[in-house]
Nanobody, 115 residues
Framework: QVQLVESGGGLVQAGGSLRLSCAAS????????MGWYRQAPGKQREFVAR???????NYADSVKGRFTISRDNAKKTVYLQMNSLKPENTAVYYC?????????WGQGTQVTVSS
């Protein structure tokens, strides 16, 4: 059973920064793609950023230039550095991992940005 455990969420003022972490229970090179999604109250879950096993990255337009996804294979962890946060970034952020044997989700971590 694959586990993804997110951490790093919290309350931050607008303009501030947070770094989310997603620790996997197995080597992350076994995942073709890892990414972050978010879900705000009353809204559908949406894509934020992804990184492939070859470290190719792409981002939602709304976060380009402010968020950075990265990976540390030795630590089996993917990160999401979030800068210049805005109140509309408030959501539960979920880690996602896609492998040949399935797609996995973490339990989510709450990010709240106050104005």
């Amino acid at each position: 059973q694959v586990q993804l455990v997110e951490s790093g969420g919290g309350l931050v003022q607008a303009g501030g920064s947070l770094r989310l972490s997603c620790a996997a229970s197995r080597p992350i090179l076994l995942f073709n793609v890892m990414g972050w999604y978010r879900q705000a109250p009353g809204k559908q879950r949406e894509f934020v950023a992804r990184i492939t096993s070859t470290s190719y990255t792409n981002y939602a337009d709304s976060v380009k230039g402010r968020f950075t996804i990265s990976r540390d294979n030795a630590k089996k962890t993917v990160y999401l550095q979030m800068n210049s946060l805005k109140p509309e970034n408030t959501a539960v952020y979920y880690c996602n991992a896609a492998a040949n044997d399935g797609t996995y989700w973490g339990q989510g971590t709450q990010v709240t940005v106050s104005s």
